[in-house]
Each structure stands twice: as C-alpha cells, then as structure tokens.
C-alpha cells in the first residue's frame, strides 16, 4: 500500500474502507536467512536496510510484545548530530542525513521536523567546551553556530536569562537537529520492510540459542524452534537478559529513564532546548504538550517506572531554565530501560559466537541513531565488517582500552 | 524509595549515591612480582567492565553520602524496586577476608604510661 496526499483525498470520499494494515501479521516460518531479535526502532530499521540495501532475503524481526512498544515508543524524539569524538560524530552524521530522506524513501510520514537544537551554556568555560565541539561539528560536514546570549534571546526570550547562579551566556545551536514521530518511525520502518518481504513477528519472544561447536543455529522461541544461520540482536534495556542466553556478559547495566509530558499549550518553544547547568531538555509536540527529561534515576532497573525524586529533580531543572512553565500542569511521566553501556558510546559488533552478532549500549541516545544504526547493523550482518562510520563500536575496546568516552566519565554506567 | 540502614533504620534514598553491584568489593588481588601481566588485564577488565545485570534480586553497593557516610550493600528487586535488606558493607567485606580487619585496639596513652 502506497500512501499519498491523493490517497487519503481519495480514500475521503470512499469512506475510508480502502485502507489496508500497514504490514502483514505472518506466522513464524521453520527457517529463515537471518533472524533480528528485538522489533523496535533498531531492529526493523536493521531488517529494512538488510532487504533494501544489501540485498538479503529471507529474513524475520522477532518481537516478544507489540511492535514499537518499547524504547522507540518512550524517548523524548530528539535527533541530533551534535557529537565531539572521532569515534561518535560520522557515525550521527551519517544518520543525520538518513533522517532528512527517511519518509520519502520509506512513504511514510515521521513528523521528521529540522527545527534546531540548541544546548544552552552558562560559564565561560562551558562555552569553550561548546566551541571545541562545534568545530568538531563542522569539520565532520555537519552545522553548528555559536550563538551569544542576545542571540539566544531573540529566539527563546522566555528563557531565565539572569538566573543568579546560572546565568546563560549563550548556546550552541546545530539548525539540522529537531524531532521525529517515534512511533511513526517504527511503523514506518516496519511498513518498509514488510514491502521488501521481510516477516515481523510480534508476540514472540526468544527463549534461547541454539548454538553448536561455537557457530550460531537458531533460536528458540515462545512460538517453537526457528532456524538461521545469522541472528542479530537489537533489544536495548533487555540486552543483558537476551546475550546472557547465549553465554555472554556485556559491559552494560540497565537503567530506568523518565520522561515527561505537560498538558497542552500553545505553540511557544521554538525547537529542542536543553539547560547546560542541570540536565533537562525539552520540545513542544504538535500536539502542544511540553516534551522533557532529564537523568537517569540511577540504579539498576527493569521496571519501566522511575521514583518521584528524579521528577522533582528535572522539573526543578524546567523551572530554572523558564519558570515561565510553573504552572502548566503535568500530564504524564513514564521510563524505559537504557542499556548503559561502560563509556557511554553503543555496540555494534560480531561475538565469539559465529553468526551472532549485538547492537546495543545505546545508554539514552538510541533514538536519533535509529536509521544509522540500522544501517550499520545490516553492513555488519550482510558483509562481516563493520560500517566505516561504526568502527569504533566494538564490543572487545574495554579490554583493549580503546574506549570512546564522550562526557569523560569512566567505567560508571550511570554517571554517562 | 526507603532503604533500611542496618544502624539508623530506613531513610531516603535520596540520601545515598548508587555505585554499582556489590560484586565490586571483591576487586582481584593481584600478588607482585606479576608473572602473568594478561591474565591481570583479563581479571580487572571482567571485574572493572562485565555486568551481570540481572532482571530481579540485585546486591549493589549504595553509599550514604549524606548521612553517616557508611557503604551498604542493599539488596533489591530491579524489576519492582523492592528493598529486601540492607547490609554493612565493611561486614560482608570482612566476612571474605577483604575488609581492614576488626579495629585496631586504641594505641596506648603515652601520658599514664
């Protein structure tokens, strides 16, 4: 099914009784090519890039429950490319570019809305920091401005300019950045993919590998066994749980992150922006409502539910930067699991098993890596390389040292 | 959440600072001279790196920054966020032979002596 703006004129006045599901509901065949674990953003856009651009066939996306329902349904639908390492920046670069020709290549509609991010600086030395990392924006292709504070106040004069303590000096604004409909990706990606044949099979979830003499067989899952030489796994906060079936430890805790709606308002914030003193961040929907977060709570966590004390603690951060919002009220507040990963930068890498290969540690940053992650993951299934732009993603730089540590902060998985 | 401290009955929380699982307190002893320098990178890199992060009862290392300053290692569901129990870590430490050992008698008073 192919949509357009004459479609849905069309599909008007026939009472819309034309309108088909966006992908097919098949059973689990006994056999495919490749199997990817996990039917989230990832993971479809994996199976989407592996039919479209290299070529496999044969292929299913396993999903324990409904597809989307998991971090790609729970973000906060930032996308940026706004990263100071080496090992980082190609890589968000590269799915920068896949963002701004996603819902054409895919005929579905995203929301994908380029309306700038800009990160707010309050010191001096902050500002340097933003430079430096504005430069390393820009020598990566990609667009950054410095903007000084009566910049900054032409574009959001509702701001708390002259916070005592955290007066803000400026910004840096990367104009390519802004949003996308989370959901809307997923069904776009799985409605792209579905086109190309492959099989996305929701309600069944993986229970174990099969694994003999160190190559990789199939899986066993909620709905029998299913056989494949080539299994990927993309399945976030579960990460852990999913490889320890196949043998594995990973460098990587779950965490629970929160994130915040308001009720709906009139259209005031321009773009995403986000507090350099304490960590908050926000976007209004087109909806109207105020869309935020802030840290992680802190602690391991599965339970997709957060403690009030970090809701106190991001909204306090919301009424510093613009006490403007103090009293639109609250209108919903939720968590997903992030695979935190050691030094804060995602996996994408083969394992000691042969045919396995692992996408994850996106820490809480997986969503505007969705289209190049998909992509690179394909690369790495199809070929046996890694993608150039996600090299620096292995699984063994722990060991070797060869970390890429983008806020500096050591082994500590929820101080990234 | 209330995390029951074994001295000062539950607090907040809030008051503590999350480090990790309570595995970390069984760092690798390394003995000098080092005859086997990549088998010690292997030992610090599982201990520093590899989690065993599970879904359910987790041991992990909380320290009461601002209260008494004690290390616990508190034990807790990560799936529903109950609190089983709270436990000295110098205690645990000790009981595997990893802690500073029992105190020190207090030195003598050179005064009276």
Redesign the interface.
Known sequence: MTYSGFRVFWEGLRGNKGWRPVWRDPDPKAAYDIIIVGGGGHGLATAYYLARVYGQARIAVLEKNWLGGGNVGRNTTIIRSNYLLEGNQPFYSFSMKLWAGLEQELNYNAMVSQRGVLNLCHTDAQRDAYRRRGNAVRMSGDDAELLDAAQVRQMAPFLNFDNARFPIKGGLLQRSGGTARHDAVAWGYAHGADKLGVDIIQNCEVKGFRIEKGMMRGVETSRGYIAASKVGVAVAGSS??VMAMAGM??????HVLQAFVSEGLKPTIPGVITFGAGHFYVSQSDKGGLVFGGDID??????QRG?L?VIEDVCEGGMALMPMIGRARLLRAWGGIMDMS?DGTPIIDRTPVDGLFFNGGWCYGGFKATPASGYCFAHLIATGEPHPTARFFRLDR??SGHVVDEKGMG????LH | MLIPHPLLGPRDAQEFVYLGPAALIDRPQITFPLTDASAALDAFHVYLHERENPAGLHRELWFHEQGDRSWLVVTRDTRTHDIVGAELATDIARAVGRGRGPEAPPPANKDTA
Do not use: D, H, I, T
């Not at chain 1, 430890?249 to 779950?254: A, G, Q, R, T």
């Not at chain 1, 802190?298 to 339970?303: D, F, L, Q, R, V």
């Not at chain 1, 082994?411 to 929820?414: F, G, H, K, L």
């Open positions: 852990g749980l430890k990973l460098p990587v805790e779950s802190g602690y391991n966590s599965y339970a403690n004390p050691q722990f060991r082994a500590q998985p929820n």
